[in-house]
């Protein structure tokens, strides 16, 4: 700022103080207030002004001050006296032709935002520039947290919950630049707007300081009109961000809620499809090459027709908890529990080309696992029981089976009444798995007894099955 245009503030000034003491004896407590701050500015500008030692720094500080205030003053007390009036905007529009800052050349016929229930932390090391932005911002209907050095504004948002941050750049230690980088590096507080605030005209630190993440970037002395503007513009990108994280929060939540419900009666790999692909949850279905088990309990109702329903309850949760274990972790897919009785698919929804493999070897560990249900039957005075499995491989048409209102992923086609009619002829304690089967083993994990042929009601031509006694030993 030229020397001339410091002195013709400095008389400016000396010519309206004594109005502006005068009239603080006749305002209202909110005009006494700004009044009274915009005295001490105006005495800050002069000790600063006259001073040889002073830097730009603390020289722009003073003006962005009487500024600031000068325009609460004018803009914000419609009450005031034109001769004060006069006065203050006399200050105003020198300065504002001294420091040739864009946004004072032109004023502003807009009113200042309100933002109620929005939280604000100004940042800046000299009290008076606290004051300043603090007595703004309340008249925004802000609230206000300060905060004199960058390692308390660190702290406190560690301890508060802020909307936005006004960040004064330069300050002794840790500097505005820093304190922006660690918000910005932060994952809790990389979201909240930071405007910088500084009397440095230089491109390239405006250019650095919005490559770090700063949201704004205002000169001093601040416009109070523009700074509404982007504060404005701030919360506004700050509420799309929370909306987006709020979606985020309940698409997850969404997620959970299917995984947790839907995963106790259907396999994890139609909750995958269910939200991988929600248009699966359509009507219809696809024809797959699928391997299909059947096990059932035999002759329960025989052993459990004299058993309390508490107890036929707990041998089946046990059974059923147990097997369905076991062909989940062999990625088969439930298709339903009739009673005693479970039907399970592999290779459906997910394309696996080994599924009768998966599917014998899933068998093996079903029929390897009833003897530890029974151990535990047994101490509970449960009577102790045996499985029968059938295994048939084959085209059926997979996917949503119902109507619109109730429907459930599941399997139809002959293929599907040919494994029941394996598994009547099924043996205790016996995996019984078809020709077709067969066929896709490698046989050499597998030790399969001998063949025999079933010629079962319903189904015109004979079947070939074939027991699988376990798995071979290697050596």
Same mark, same amino acid.
């Given at each position: ?153 660190? &702290?406190?948002? =560690? %301890?508060?919950?802020?909307? /936005?941050?006004?960040?004064? $750049? ?5 500097? *505005? #630049? ?63 961000? &929370?909306?987006? =994280? %709020?979606?985020?929060?309940? /698409?997850?939540?969404?997620? $959970? ?5 839907? *995963? #106790? ?72 529990? /009739?009673?005693?009785?479970? $039907? ?132």
């Amino acid at each position: 700022m030229a020397e001339p245009a410091l002195n013709t503030v400095v008389e400016l000034s000396k010519a309206a103080t004594p109005e502006l003491k005068k009239l603080l004896d006749t305002s209202d407590s909110e005009l006494t207030e700004d009044v009274t701050a915009l005295l001490l500015a105006l005495d800050r500008f002069d000790i600063v002004a006259n001073d040889d030692s002073t830097n730009r720094h603390d020289l722009l500080n003073a003006v962005a001050a009487v500024m600031g205030y000068a325009e609460m003053v004018l803009e914000l007390d419609r009450d005031l006296p034109p001769s004060i009036r006069a006065h203050i905007q006399h200050i105003a529009d020198a300065l504002s032709a001294s420091t040739k800052s864009p946004e004072h050349s032109t004023k502003s016929s807009r009113s200042l935002d309100t933002f109620e229930g929005c939280t604000v932390l100004v940042v800046d090391d000299l009290p008076e520039n606290l004051d300043l932005m603090s007595r703004l911002l309340r008249k925004m209907a802000c609230s206000v947290i300060t905060a004199d050095s960058g390692a308390i504004a660190l &702290d406190l948002l =560690e %301890q508060e919950s802020v909307d /936005l941050v006004l960040l004064d $750049l330069v300050m002794p230690s840790i500097d *505005g #630049r820093e304190v922006l980088a660690r918000i910005k590096q932060s994952e809790q507080h990389r979201a909240i707007p930071v405007i910088m605030i500084s009397g440095r005209q230089d491109m390239d630190q405006i250019v650095d300081c919005i490559q770090v993440g700063a949201d704004d970037y205002l000169l001093k002395p601040v416009n109070s009109v523009l700074l509404s503007a982007r504060i404005k513009s701030g919360l506004e990108r700050k509420r799309w961000h &929370d909306k987006e =994280e %709020q979606y985020r929060e309940q /698409l997850e939540k969404r997620e $959970l809620f299917i995984r947790q419900t839907f *995963g #106790r009666y259907i396999s994890d790999a139609i909750v995958d499809e269910i939200l991988e692909n929600p248009e699966g949850l359509k009507l219809g279905g696809d024809l797959r090459s699928v391997t299909l088990m059947m096990s059932d309990i035999r002759s329960f109702t025989t052993l459990v027709e004299h058993l309390p329903p508490e107890k036929v309850v707990t041998l089946l949760n046990r059974y059923l908890g147990k097997m369905t274990d076991i062909i989940l972790e062999h990625g088969g897919t439930i298709d339903e529990f /009739l009673g005693d009785a479970v $039907l399970a698919a592999f290779g459906a929804p997910t394309k696996t080309p080994d599924h009768a493999q998966r599917a014998v070897t899933c068998a093996i560990a079903m029929q390897a696992a009833m003897d530890d249900i029974n151990t535990q039957n047994k101490a509970d005075g449960l009577p102790e029981i045996e499985m029968a499995i059938a295994l048939n491989t084959g085209e059926v048409v997979a996917g949503n089976i119902g109507s619109e209102r109730r429907s459930k992923y599941g399997f139809v086609g002959h293929q599907v009444n040919v494994t029941s009619r394996i598994e009547d002829a099924a043996l205790p304690k016996e995996i019984l798995v078809s020709e077709r089967t067969l066929n896709c083993l490698d046989l050499t994990g597998f030790n399969v007894g001998e063949s025999r042929s079933l010629n079962p009601k319903g189904i015109e031509e004979t079947l070939s099955v074939f027991p699988i006694n376990g798995e071979m030993l290697r050596d």
